[in-house]
């Protein structure tokens, strides 16, 4: 006999814990005592860069995608000397949505870029040592093999700054997650636990920075993008289960200003920041907060049971189906670091230099959701 997929519109339960309402779509925030007042952004398209006390001769591991194409242009706005160290592919300079042709020039003009496969070790240590970095971002590094190369290649290294992730965290029902709870060495980022282990054995002056769920224009991981194709086509917005687990979103600027704050600060060493957004946010909240931010209508959201399909090696939902989010009350209290962005500002940035403009990363595919839609539709014989 076949069963109906019990469809659900917005009929949420609630959980006691929540100290405000999830109608703002802005998700909710965990209450504290210490609170830090909220800078005001002049611009959504621009950065606020603090004044730098000296200037460094910089290595990012990456910088051309995404995360370390907003950080390279604080650093170079700061003063710094920046190299990218990638293998080519993509262009080292490319100018952003809403970027002016003059602060491209001039970042185009400063950026310097390092051709290499980070995974020729050799090559690695003699091009490293000869230019002799004082600070390196690795903003891509996955495996601690890949690491040690570059700390060989650098005995004089001032700072090493990685980012690492949140995800390297047990599953718990202790939440939020804080920087001393237990971590997963089976998790699928066990690489960036044993290079946070590799950094702490050797004695380096290292920052290690574990965002969340990253968000914001040009990101290469289908997060925001994967509700904006279902709202521009006009479809429901399939969610597992029953649309209240608990996640977390930071935006791309935001965790750039993260990694700024963290450069010479001598209360960052040899740290573990968690990086995200203010608040928190249901999966049912997200959907709402995406249509919010593009202006379109509030969705249909359909919710389903995961356990019901097999979607082979297809992702059905771009998040983890579990409560997921992080304290970032270290890095306020400790850095003076405070996200600009709220969610529904920081997925409206998103869309309006992005999606909005017709630029996305990867083509929509409803495969799954029609499997979803589908079976809804069968009624029961």
């Known amino acids: 006999m076949a069963r109906l997929v019990v469809v659900q519109h917005q009929t949420q339960p609630s959980f006691s814990f929540l100290s405000s309402s999830l109608s703002d779509f802005n998700g909710t ?3 504290t005592q210490l609170q830090c007042k909220r800078k005001v952004w002049q611009s959504r398209g621009a950065f606020q860069v603090r004044a730098s006390s000296s200037s460094k001769n910089i290595l990012i591991m990456g910088g051309t995608r995404f995360i370390g194409v907003f ?3 604080l650093l170079v706005k700061e003063g710094h000397q920046v190299t990218l160290f990638t293998r080519g592919k993509a262009p080292v300079t490319q100018q952003l949505p809403g970027e002016s042709d003059q602060d491209f020039a001039d970042f185009s003009s400063k950026i310097l870029h390092l ?14 040592s000869a230019k002799g970095f004082d600070v390196v971002y690795d903003i891509n590094g996955r495996e601690a093999v890949e690491v040690e190369p570059i700390l060989d290649a650098l005995p004089n290294l001032e700072q090493f700054i990685y980012c690492s992730s949140a995800g390297v965290y047990k599953k718990s029902d ?10 997963d060495p089976k998790s699928r980022h066990k690489g960036k636990l044993e290079t946070e282990s590799l950094l702490e054995s050797k004695g380096v002056n290292w920052t290690s920075i574990r965002p969340v769920y990253i968000y914001g224009p040009l990101n290469y991981n289908p997060v925001e993008e994967w509700f904006f194709h279902r709202l521009k086509a006009g479809r429901p917005i399939p969610i597992p289960g029953s649309g209240v687990q608990i996640t977390q979103l930071g935006h791309v600027k935001d965790l750039a200003t993260a990694f700024i704050q963290v450069l010479g600060n001598e209360k960052a060493s040899k740290q573990v920041f968690n990086i995200s957004g203010e608040k928190y946010v249901t999966f049912d909240g997200l959907a709402k907060a995406c249509a ?23 992702k059905a939902f771009p998040f983890r189906d579990q ?3 992080a304290s970032i009350e270290k ?7 405070t996200p600009e962005f709220d969610l529904v500002e920081g997925l409206t940035d998103s869309y309006n230099l992005d999606f909005g403009r017709g630029t996305f990363r990867k083509e929509a595919d409803f495969s799954t959701d029609d499997l979803i839609l589908g079976k809804s539709l069968v009624l029961q014989a």
Request: without cysteine; glycine residues 8%; proline residues 6%.
């Open 174 to 183: 202790l939440l939020p997650h804080l920087e001393v709870d237990e971590v």
């Open 331 to 337: 890095a306020k209290h400790v850095l003076g670091w």
């Open 323 to 325: 409560h997921f989010f």
């Open 71 to 73: 950080l390279s242009r």
């Open 292 to 314: 919010k931010a593009g202006g379109f209508p509030e969705p249909e959201i359909v919710h389903y049971n995961p356990k019901d399909f097999d979607f082979g090696k297809k």
């Open 115 to 128: 051709k290499g496969d980070r995974k020729d070790f050799d090559f690695v240590k003699s091009s490293l």
């Open 29 to 31: 925030r965990l209450n």
